[in-house]
């Protein structure tokens, strides 16, 4: 069974910084891997998406990158907002349309 | 403007009081999802659709039902609602054709069964 683990569970950063979020599946055989915000009582809102044969992706300031073999993925966010404060979530689909998702990293961009 | 729609948004009821959540997309997906979000479980899959009449379960399909009679709509239905079913509820939908799509969420519905 796909188990997806995202690590830091919350992180607190100061305005500008640089930061990593980290993102782990148990199993490899996926289809592809997707990056989600969430803002409180709100929907998900799509960032990035890996296709299983691609190595990163990019959009504005945020990088996400993927090694299946590993069963991992980063998401890079540079020179970070207050704007950008929400909680991360990844997913990973699998056969049919089945997807996995992450417990999320809660992100608080402090001005 | 393309989106996931949901009504209704927020839902008190009574346990054994039948209801349904309607879920709407027009973007012409042939796929759709409904999700639950608790606390410490984060996001679940309760059932999806590949098509109009094409249903299959999620990770956690009990006490749920739905149908896909327009490729447009996915209602999402309970039947007997329960206390463990409160939780924050997600329409998604994507195209087909490929690995490469992108799921689209609707806004949630938060349910509350007392």
């Known amino acids: 069974k796909q188990e997806v683990t995202q690590i830091p569970a919350a992180l607190s950063v100061p305005e500008g910084e640089n930061l990593v979020l980290n993102c782990s599946f148990t199993?490899?055989?996926?289809?592809?891997l997707q990056w989600f915000r969430q803002d409180p009582g709100k929907g998900l809102t799509s960032l990035l998406l890996i296709q299983s044969s691609q190595r990163e992706q990019t959009s504005g300031r945020l990088n996400a990158s993927l090694d299946k073999s590993s069963g991992r993925s980063t998401l890079y966010i540079a020179a970070s907002q207050p704007g950008d404060s929400a909680t991360y979530l990844c997913a990973v689909r699998r056969a049919g349309n089945m997807l996995t998702f992450g417990g999320g990293t809660r992100l608080m961009v402090k001005p | 403007e393309a989106q996931v729609t949901q009504n209704p948004r927020y839902l008190i009821t009574v346990t054994g009081k039948k209801l349904t959540v309607t879920c709407s997309q027009n973007?012409?997906?042939?796929?759709m999802s409904w999700y639950r979000q608790d606390p410490g479980l984060g996001l679940r899959q309760i059932y999806y659709s590949m098509n109009v009449e094409v249903t299959d379960k999620g990770d956690v399909p009990e006490g749920y039902k739905v149908s896909r009679k327009e490729k447009r709509n996915f209602p999402l239905i309970l039947e007997s609602p329960s206390p463990n079913q409160t939780s924050l509820y997600f329409c998604?939908?994507?195209?087909?054709?490929?690995?490469?799509?992108?799921?689209?969420f609707g806004p949630g519905t938060r349910l509350t069964v007392t």
């Open positions: 998604a939908s994507r195209p087909s054709g490929g690995r490469g799509y992108e799921q689209y």
């Open positions: 199993d490899s055989a996926i289809y592809n």
């Open positions: 973007m012409n997906h042939e796929y």
